[in-house]
């Protein structure tokens, strides 16, 4: 297949989610142009590690050497109270060297663009932008960008594209959750937990079960639809735009978004490898497969070709391979063969088959030998339970003892493959029956 290119033969921006050190560092390792990220306030997913903000300068510093553009989220909705520590942020992050904003609130961009006038500002999807108007007016503010709103069909994303400057950017999701509200702006998590969506604390709400219940009648409850484990009408299936990103290119979107900052690394690298592959001319079938295998709930195309459907199904997670460890040394042995250390996230055994996810490569399988992990010499507690150590720390204070299975998670286990492996492969396995 050949590589995605716009009408201009420009290659639209991959843009990942970086949740945190860990998730920032397998989207750029595995293909991203770009990544977004939050602070400790200001961004739509509370619950991520995100960064401290004295941590962006070394962020942007270690993403920009890999030639990797870094966005920070301010899209929040915002009180007064945000509006006075705001400043102070914006200032920090321009001075860090962030490439753009990403800004929900329209005070929050008058402050900015004030601020900080040389940073680039983006209208980030929750100010709902929907038609050409809207993103003119946001252009001749000083935006350069626009997140469209996820509510569009790709002839909407056209017909605002053929309407607008042509130096305004356009970004738009491909890949990830869906919200049952406007441009995500939903206060159904603030009714029932108290956590507002709109201030990055969702519960999800909108996945969990309702019935109907008629005022004089209590106690008695009605699905919605036929179903009987209930009624899932706010529950939607996650996007997935990987057989069409032709499409979205040839209809203006210079930037093809990934959703996920409260998505782990494994998750963050296997999606952003399966984009990066098709964008590079890959085959779609084998990308597929990849975004089939990590956990993720039915997939649609959103609203792009009408309609999104809804899932019937309460939390609807399709799993069909997990995520076994993490390879952080590989050592070339005297007999030919490599010894690798791997750091433990779910049980594996020797007799498994593991898959082996790589950057810029086709995902192949080994089938691991012997197992070792390093145990405390002085036969104490496991190394788990003695904090996050590094894997120096474990290799000075520990000692090789064969084992069975490796099934302690963060552990680090050794086994001797014929081939090579490189820091940051991860490895993965078809999941068991009982997983399921």
């Known amino acids: ?253 210079s930037s093809f978004k990934i959703e996920g900052r409260n998505k782990r690394a494994f998750y963050v690298a296997t999606v952003v490898g399966a984009y990066r592959s098709v964008l590079d001319g890959g085959s779609v079938e084998d990308a597929e497969a990849e975004l089939l295998s990590i956990s993720h709930r039915p997939y649609g195309t959103g609203f792009y070709f009408g309609q999104p459907n809804q899932t019937p199904n309460r939390d609807g997670y399709v799993r069909e391979c997990v995520h076994v460890g993490t390879i952080e040394k590989c050592e070339a042995c005297e007999d030919g063969t490599w010894r690798i250390t791997a750091r433990c996230h779910n049980r594996f055994a020797p007799d498994d088959e593991l898959a082996v996810l790589s950057p810029h490569r086709a995902v192949r399988t080994i089938q691991v030998g012997p197992l070792r992990m390093h145990a405390p010499a002085d036969g104490g507690a496991p190394f788990v339970e003695r904090g996050d150590l590094t894997l120096r720390e474990v290799e000075e204070q520990g000692q090789l003892v064969d084992v069975d299975v490796a099934n302690r998670s963060k552990e680090h286990y050794v086994f001797f493959l014929d081939e090579p492996l490189q820091v940051g492969d991860y490895l993965r396995r078809r999941t068991y029956e009982s997983e399921r």
Not at 8 to 33: H, I, K, T, V, Y
Not at 131 to 159: C, H, K, P, Q
Request: net charge negative; glycine share 8%.
């Open 1 to 253: 297949m050949a590589r995605i290119v716009d009408q201009a033969g420009n290659a639209p921006e991959l843009l990942a989610p970086a949740g945190g050190w860990s998730q920032a560092r397998a989207a750029m390792r595995f293909g991203a142009d770009a990544i977004y990220f939050a602070c400790d306030r200001f961004g739509m997913r509370a619950r991520s590690d995100n960064f401290a903000l004295d941590e962006v300068p070394l962020l942007v510093e270690e993403a920009h050497a890999q030639d990797v553009r870094a966005y920070t989220t301010l899209n929040t909705v915002m009180d007064e109270a945000d509006m006075h520590a705001l400043p102070h942020y914006v200032e920090c992050l321009a001075q860090a060297g962030v490439d753009g904003l990403i800004v929900g609130d329209a005070g929050a961009f008058a402050l900015a663009h004030r601020v900080a006038p040389e940073l680039p500002l983006h209208i980030s999807t929750q100010m709902s932008v929907s038609n050409a108007e809207a993103a003119t007016f946001w252009y001749e503010a000083g935006a350069t960008r626009v997140v469209v709103a996820r509510e569009m069909s790709l002839a909407d994303i056209a017909e605002l594209r053929r309407n607008t400057p042509p130096d305004l950017q356009i970004e738009a999701f491909v890949h990830g959750a869906m919200c049952v509200a406007f441009s995500g702006r939903c206060l159904l998590s603030a009714a029932t937990t108290g956590r507002s969506g709109n201030r990055g604390e969702c519960a999800q709400s909108c996945r969990w079960s309702y019935s109907l219940v008629e005022e004089k009648r209590p106690g008695q409850y009605f699905d919605i639809e036929e179903d009987v484990r209930g009624s899932y009408i706010l529950n939607a299936e996650d996007l997935n735009m990987i057989a069409h990103l032709q499409e979205l290119a040839d209809a203006g979107v």
